[in-house]
């Protein structure tokens, strides 16, 4: 899969170029400025990650280093550290990346709305298949490796505790009421489980094949196991066959 970020964006989100002379002097105190520097930020983010995906692809998970990850990246080793801990820190930020887009959308849902029906929701928003790739690709590789996989599953763990403050976060603005901390550790360890229950089916029918098509089977079996868990999995016939392998 190609990268999304290219040398140019990481070379100028690290030196800094906007386009623009800055005044000598100056803090950036507009939202103008504040906006051009968070471009940039994401920038620098997205190339470090891309790198450490090259590398992950070429040369397999153990086999290189932050300096590695650095230089393929455009970077030095000192930014490097001001975003990431280490280089599994960021292959685990793929996954971190799938989930902050999911809940950036069930944060857009009505306060009122059923917490279950507003992640499935914000799943549906999520229309391009296309996002679910890097996230497809990272399971795919860790199915024949445990390094990486015991990497996907920290990061799984990490998402909980995201979806854990989400939760919270809605019943919050809901109600103003404080909610049993069992009740949203049993919901964000299902919605979890119903995840990795719908990477697995998925991998089981397509192989890792990271085509639109495939993505788009992994997009729709991700809703379709929100809904499942919504309606207490009393919509779905234990016995109905499975749809053939793509």
């Known amino acids: 899969m190609p990268s999304s970020s290219s040398p140019s964006a990481a070379q100028a989100a690290q030196s800094g170029e906007s386009g623009e002379p800055?005044?000598?002097?100056?803090?950036?105190?507009?939202?103008?400025?504040l906006s051009r520097r968070e471009l940039k930020k994401a920038a620098t983010r997205q190339a470090i990650t891309d790198a450490a995906m090259d590398l992950l692809r070429t040369r397999g998970p153990g086999n290189f280093t932050v300096e590695?990850?650095?230089?393929?990246?455009?970077?030095?080793?000192?930014?490097?550290?001001?975003?990431?801990?280490?280089?599994?820190?960021?292959?685990?930020?793929?996954?971190?990346?799938?989930?902050?887009?999911?809940?950036?959308?069930?944060?857009l849902r009505p306060?009122?709305?059923?917490?279950l029906e507003s992640a499935r929701a914000a799943l549906v928003e999520l229309a391009d298949p296309m996002t679910v790739a890097p996230m497809a690709e990272l399971y795919s590789m860790g199915q024949a490796n445990p390094m990486l996989s015991?990497?996907?599953?920290?990061a799984w763990d990490h998402c909980t505790v995201e979806i854990i403050d989400a939760a919270r976060e809605r019943f919050a603005q809901g109600s103003g009421v404080e909610v049993d901390?069992?009740?949203?550790?049993?919901?964000a360890g299902s919605i979890i489980s119903c995840g990795k229950a719908a990477m697995d089916v998925w991998?089981?029918?397509?192989?890792?094949?990271?085509?639109?098509?495939?993505?788009?089977?992994?997009?729709?079996l991700l809703i379709d196991s929100m809904s499942l868990l919504g309606s207490g999995f009393a919509s779905h016939s234990p016995a109905a066959p499975s749809p053939d392998r793509h």
Not at 150 to 154: K, T
């Open 150 to 154: 015991r990497s996907e599953l920290e």
């Open 22 to 33: 800055a005044e000598p002097g100056t803090a950036p105190t507009s939202r103008r400025e």
């Open 181 to 187: 901390e069992l009740y949203l550790r049993a919901l």
């Open 203 to 220: 991998f089981a029918r397509c192989g890792g094949d990271l085509s639109p098509a495939s993505l788009s089977i992994l997009r729709q």
């Open 68 to 107: 590695d990850i650095a230089e393929a990246a455009g970077i030095s080793r000192r930014t490097f550290f001001n975003y990431f801990a280490s280089t599994e820190v960021v292959i685990a930020s793929v996954t971190h990346g799938f989930l902050d887009k999911a809940l950036q959308q069930f944060r």
């Open 111 to 115: 306060a009122g709305e059923p917490i």
